[in-house]
């Protein structure tokens, strides 16, 4: 299933393809003060990829362990995605609050993953993050 949106001021568009319907997954809702602050929940699946495009800059920050990537539209600062680089492979998550308000998501899931050790993350997102691709 394809899946399109865009940040708040539509500066930066994501395509999201996913094996199932959007709404039969339930977005990750981080719970450390970064992600509460963003207003952030996280997409994810290991089978399916995310296409960023990007009419303007990216703001890029890294928080936690510092191994993630967290991009922001540079213009309305909205959070897009999290994307770490796996073995010269990029995964990653989008946030799903780019998607909910044209589609019915899941309920949230909390989710702690500031108490994983940092191998403990890269396992995790080797799992469960998406393929992740920049687009000109």
Known sequence: MDYSSSCQCGVVR????????L???EPRECDCEFCRLHNITYISDPDGCLTIEAAGTLTQ?????GQATF?????CNQMVAVTHDLVGEL???VNG????KQYKLGKS??????????????????SAWLQVKFSP
Do not use: H, I, M
């Open 61 to 65: 920050s890294k928080q936690g362990s």
């Open 71 to 75: 991009w922001q539209c540079s213009s």
């Open 14 to 21: 994501v395509n999201l393809t996913l094996p199932n319907t």
């Open 97 to 100: 609050k780019l998607f909910s």
């Open 91 to 93: 995964k990653g998550a």
């Open 109 to 126: 899931v909390a989710v702690s993953p500031r108490l994983l050790s940092p191998s403990e993350k890269r396992d995790r997102w080797k």
């Open 23 to 25: 709404e039969d997954y």
